[in-house]
């Protein structure tokens, strides 16, 4: 599909720009763009540097364009330690995640699964039999990192376990089918060596609290010029003649840069004011159009022509609102006062009001 789609776009005149664009940048890079290649993936990391530079760019610099590096990195600083300190916050409440609550849900719907749907391919392959049979495998390989997305009941990571359902394919999480086979066939395997929350805090806060170093070693400087004198002298002055002009030369201009005297680099000043707002990103909206709404009335079928054609022959006036049905009252009314008794005529005239 994707050679068919290749050849369509080198063959349009028209997209002749896109067509060489695409080809440059997303050809060779197929794993890294399609999220069938990413499957474990939850979320883009485009996502989180979204996230950061809305918060960090509304919330620490008010929404007003930086000009000063200074004024950046303190607000970059000060970031860091608020986030630090969000940290700690969780690690001391010990704040669920939703995925570690989709694992306990999931647990729970395993315990009303029967064992005896389970059928043993190998040691480490299961069948779970259901509306479809389920391949439940065992990974050999162990978590590579400290991961706290594990079942407590069942001591198993997710990166231990995986099953063929939709659920644990598009989820990538511990299924209901990957529990019942935890469970019934009581799976060991060696505990991941989480560390203590304690600890945790203590790394947190020795990052926030962290000094800068200011003292400056020379050793490496001294080490990278003796290699350097070591290797000139082996060469031969009439072979490598030219090497040896432009190691010189190197060496006169870094001689030249450390007698050189530090002096400050002045910006240019920028022209905008110093409460300038940033400018907004563009808010993408849909291009399509709506749905014109006829109005046109429909054509009126046999029964509504016949009823409509017996209406018309009838002398009666059929009333459309409550007004027309009131003014014909009010007709009739004044026929039977001009022939009514004068008994009949009060009685008329006492209820002509409450009609």
């Given at each position: 599909m994707y050679e068919k789609f290749k050849s369509n776009l080198q063959e349009d005149t028209d997209i002749e720009k896109f067509s060489k664009y695409f080809l440059d940048k997303?050809?060779?890079?197929?794993?890294?763009?399609?999220m069938c290649f990413r499957s474990g993936s939850k979320i883009r990391t485009n996502n989180h540097l979204e996230?950061?530079?809305r918060d960090f760019k509304y919330n620490y610099l008010s929404g007003k364009v930086n000009k000063r590096l200074d004024h950046c990195l303190y607000k970059l600083l000060e970031y860091v330690k608020d986030k630090g300190c969000k940290r700690i916050i969780k690690l001391e409440r010990g704040k669920m995640s939703s995925q570690k609550k989709s694992i306990e849900l999931r647990h729970k719907k395993s315990l009303n699964l029967e064992a005896s749907i389970i059928y043993?391919?190998?040691?480490?392959?299961?069948?779970?039999?259901?509306?479809?049979?389920?391949?439940?495998?065992?990974?050999?390989?162990?978590?590579?990192?400290?991961?706290?997305?594990?079942?407590?009941?069942?001591?198993?990571?997710?990166?231990?376990?995986?099953?063929?359902?939709?659920?644990?394919?598009?989820?990538?999480?511990?299924?209901?089918?990957?529990?019942?086979?935890?469970r019934t066939e009581k799976v060991k395997k060696q505990p991941t060596s989480i560390p203590d929350v304690s600890e945790?805090?203590?790394?947190?806060?020795?990052?926030?609290?962290?000094?800068?170093?200011?003292?400056?070693?020379?050793?490496?400087?001294?080490?990278?010029?003796?290699?350097?004198?070591?290797q000139i002298s082996n060469l031969d002055p009439d072979k490598y003649q030219l090497?040896?002009?432009?190691?010189?030369?190197?060496?006169?201009?870094?001689?030249?840069?450390?007698?050189?005297?530090?002096?400050?680099?002045?910006?240019?000043?920028?022209?905008?004011?110093?409460?300038?707002?940033?400018?907004?990103?563009?808010?993408?909206?849909?291009?399509?159009?709506?749905?014109?709404?006829?109005?046109?009335?429909?054509?009126?079928?046999?029964?509504?022509?016949?009823?409509?054609?017996?209406?018309?022959?009838?002398?009666?006036?059929?009333?459309?609102s409550d007004h027309q049905a009131y003014c014909l009252k009010s007709e009739n009314i004044e026929d039977e006062e001009r022939t009514a008794t004068p008994a009949k005529k009060r009685k008329i005239m006492k209820h002509k009001y409450f009609i």
């Open positions: 997303y050809e060779n890079r197929e794993k890294e763009i399609a996230s950061f530079h043993k391919e190998s040691e480490n392959s299961f069948i779970v039999k259901g509306k479809f049979d389920y391949n439940v495998e065992i990974l050999e390989t162990k978590c590579p990192v400290n991961c706290h997305l594990k079942c407590n009941e069942c001591s198993v990571c997710i990166h231990e376990i995986k099953c063929s359902c939709m659920d644990s394919v598009l989820n990538g999480l511990i299924c209901k089918h990957a529990h019942l086979v935890c945790e805090i203590a790394n947190v806060r020795k990052t926030l609290c962290k000094p800068r170093s200011t003292e400056t070693s020379i050793t490496d400087t001294e080490k990278l010029l003796e290699e350097i004198k070591n090497k040896i002009l432009e190691v010189n030369r190197m060496l006169r201009n870094v001689c030249n840069f450390i007698t050189l005297e530090d002096s400050e680099t002045v910006l240019p000043s920028p022209k905008s004011g110093n409460n300038l707002k940033i400018v907004r990103q563009c808010a993408f909206f849909s291009t399509r159009k709506e749905r014109k709404i006829s109005h046109r009335l429909a054509k009126p079928l046999l029964e509504d022509r016949i009823n409509i054609r017996k209406a018309l022959i009838d002398d009666e006036t059929l009333p459309e």
